[in-house]
């Protein structure tokens, strides 16, 4: 079997799409995750090139579906030398409008699928690799900058950022590197509203090139970090985001 063995998680639209995309156009084998899009899923898997590719399915937020997701994942490629966590899920819940069991759900469900899922994705991915093994991690700008509309997703990634460095630590000694890309915003179905004028416009015009990011463009990050040169490159994370917030 030629490549690497790749794992996306959250891979039939958006940003993972991309990502797989772009592991399969560089030679690798992919494993494309989905929770209920078997139909996107299996599309992707035939029109992306090179062959060996595979679908697997599971809620990420439910651990012992990660858990199964993830030996089928490995068996249908052979192995796992790389994992993407991609799978994202932001909700609206202003602290002032929603009401408090909104408030825990959004917490709950935001917390276990972008933060606890990737944790739990990786620590079954490990299991499964060898020395040169590579995490890739899908964060986000509200990490660093704050997110007043979902401090449940702002929160998650930051917690992603600091799940990245201290598995840089604890997998290094094993050759495993980890690496996180944090992204201001990207087009995709998740930003469609966010990106509708006239809210649109002012999150383009932060980026003095006066767009968003394309996801090819997110794609290319997390296939340096998954890169065999990419091993000092862990513990880094990468905040991708055209220039915003440069201005004074
Ligand atoms: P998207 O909504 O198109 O994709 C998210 C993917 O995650 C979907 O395929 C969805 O099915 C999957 N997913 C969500 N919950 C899941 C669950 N419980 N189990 C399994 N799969 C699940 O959005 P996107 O923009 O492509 O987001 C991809 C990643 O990029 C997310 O982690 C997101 O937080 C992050 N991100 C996005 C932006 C942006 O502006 N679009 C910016 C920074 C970071």
């Given at each position: ?121 990786t620590?079954?991915?490990v ?8 995490i ?27 799940l990245g460095q201290s598995l840089a630590i604890a997998l290094a000694p094993h050759?495993i590197?980890v ?55 862990s513990g ?13």
């Open positions: 079997m030629s490549g690497r063995a790749v794992l996306v998680t959250g891979a039939s639209r958006g940003i993972g799409r991309a990502i797989a995309t772009a592991f399969a156009a560089d030679g690798d084998r992919v494993a494309i995750h989905h929770r209920d899009s078997a139909d996107l899923a299996e599309a992707l898997r035939a029109e992306l090139p090179g062959e060996g590719h595979t679908t697997v399915q599971a809620d990420i937020a439910d651990p012992a579906e990660v858990r199964r997701m993830v030996d089928e994942a490995a068996k249908a490629l052979g192995g796992i030398d790389v994992l993407v966590n991609n799978a994202g899920v932001f909700f609206h819940h202003p602290i002032t409008e929603v009401s408090y069991e909104d408030w825990q759900a959004a917490w709950r469900r935001t917390l276990d699928t972008n933060l606890v899922g990737a944790a739990n994705a620590w079954c991915a299991r499964h690799m060898k020395r040169g093994g590579r890739v991690n899908v964060s986000s700008r509200g990490a660093f900058r704050g997110e007043p509309d979902g401090p449940a997703y702002g929160a998650s990634k930051a917690g992603m950022n600091a050759g590197t690496g996180t890309v944090a992204p201001g915003f990207v087009e995709t179905d998740m930003t469609n509203e966010h990106l509708k004028a006239p809210r649109g416009d002012a999150i383009r015009a932060q980026s003095p090139f006066g767009r968003v990011a394309m996801p090819e463009e997110i794609a290319a990050a997390a296939l340096y970090l998954a890169s065999p040169a990419a091993e000092w490159a880094t994370i990468i905040d991708l985001n055209g220039a915003s917030y440069l201005r004074s």
